[in-house]
């Protein structure tokens, strides 16, 4: 049977790219959102895939783009009006009575959690779960292996996994993974209209563990090198790491040493959904190997030893100052996962325990006084994420 055309958006992107090419692979037809004309534009279509520019603030240009497609990827615009592109790209799914809208979501998702990034994800996917005739699907990722993985040449070349997790625990999935996962949705939608998934890695993994799969894979040690707070938002402004996803990190870093990306991971979803089993870290790790940027070579050597002395020199990020500026606004008494009994229940902290706990000891809230505006730089994590 013939597929419908599937709109993908964010397709230059991490998943967005990984989508494209399973869908292309399996011999769906593809219509690519991209910002601008440009090589990865051009290797979008050299691929198979029909390419569209459009705003993805514009209405109009959102619903020229979906003029023939189906069903749609979206990937969140990371912005600090970005529950405007949501509700925009919700309206014009429902103006061009597309059939199914699978949303890229976040495994920390919550309406009280203090980065500003997290709640509007959160009221996105309630936004599209609110559109009549659009089945809606969730995929809710835990930390993606990429943010450590996207280092690699620090491994390679230096010896050092650098993070602001410190040593907690998660499960990460690979891109291609969450790709599989959203191009079987798309695929089948009303099978799985009105669920979210969250998939994961197969194992959960400290910073340590990955760094001696790491040392594995690239036949030299390599250890796990804390970040302060101070450095990270030199490197991210280097790694053009956007500055409001950044705002969030100094939060996600904390949730994750408290456990919260442990906590119900690692899942079956990438099984259940797509019939294969979730790729390991040190899968993802050889893959990654394989890259120009971790051949260890002089010139690569060169590259990376300067870029690691120079980032304490160079200017970061003041993601304080940006939230200061742009009056993002916070909830009266925000919570980071971990003191959200309601986020935990949902994700499989459901003993008696804590399920008395709702009750009998609610979690205090989060203050937000310039102590804990500072909560990252006393912690360790990695680069970037979306999760």
């Known amino acids: 049977m013939k597929q419908p055309k599937i709109l993908v958006t964010g397709a230059t992107g991490r998943t967005g790219r990984a989508v494209v090419d399973d869908l292309l692979a399996k011999g769906v037809p593809v219509r690519a959102v991209v910002r601008s004309r440009d ?17 993805m603030f514009d209405f109009d240009q959102l619903l020229v783009a979906m003029q023939g497609t189906r069903r749609a990827y979206y990937v969140p615009f990371y912005d600090p009006y970005m529950i405007q592109s949501a509700a925009t790209f919700a309206a014009a799914a429902q103006e061009a009575k597309l059939e199914a809208v699978v949303s890229l979501g976040q495994w920390l ?29 969730r995929v809710n990722p835990g930390y993606f292996a990429d943010n ?15 993070t602001i997790t410190g040593d907690g625990k998660d499960a990460p999935p690979s891109n291609e993974d969450i790709a599989r996962v ?21 194992a959960l993994l400290s910073a340590s563990d990955m760094a001696e799969i790491l040392s594995r894979v690239l036949g030299r040690k390599v250890r796990r090198v804390d970040l302060p707070w ?19 990190l100094r939060y996600y870093a904390e949730d994750h040493k408290q456990g919260a990306f442990a906590l119900g991971a690692p899942t079956n979803h990438v099984l259940e959904v797509t019939g294969r089993p979730a790729e390991d870290f040190e899968t993802s790790v050889r893959r990654y190997a394989t890259r120009p940027e971790a051949q260890r070579n002089f010139a690569n050597w060169r590259r990376t030893f300067v870029g690691f002395i120079r980032t304490p020199i160079m200017i970061g990020y003041n993601p304080e100052r940006l939230e200061r500026e742009l009056r993002f606004p916070k909830p009266p008494a925000p919570r980071l996962a971990m003191a959200n009994d309601r986020w935990k229940l949902e994700h499989g902290a459901e003993s008696g325990r804590e399920q008395s706990s ?7 809230p989060l203050q937000l006084s310039n102590k804990n505006l500072r909560i990252a730089r006393t912690t360790s994590a990695s680069s970037t994420m979306y999760t």
């Open 39 to 55: 090589a990865r534009s051009a290797a979008l279509e050299r691929a198979g895939a029909e390419t569209v520019v459009a705003d």
């Open 109 to 137: 998702a919550s309406p009280v959690h203090p980065a500003l990034t997290t709640r509007q994800t959160w009221l996105a996917q309630q936004v599209f779960s609110m559109m009549s005739g659009v089945a809606h699907v």
């Open 148 to 162: 450590s993985l996207r280092l690699i040449d620090y491994a390679a070349h230096l010896g050092v996994l650098p």
């Open 182 to 202: 959203v191009a079987a949705v798309l695929l089948d939608p009303d099978k799985h209209a009105g669920r979210e998934y969250r998939p994961t890695g197969p």
């Open 230 to 248: 101070w450095i990270f938002r030199k490197a991210a402004r280097i790694g053009n790491v956007g500055e409001f996803l950044v705002s969030g």
């Open 358 to 364: 709702l009750t009998d000891h609610p979690s205090p």
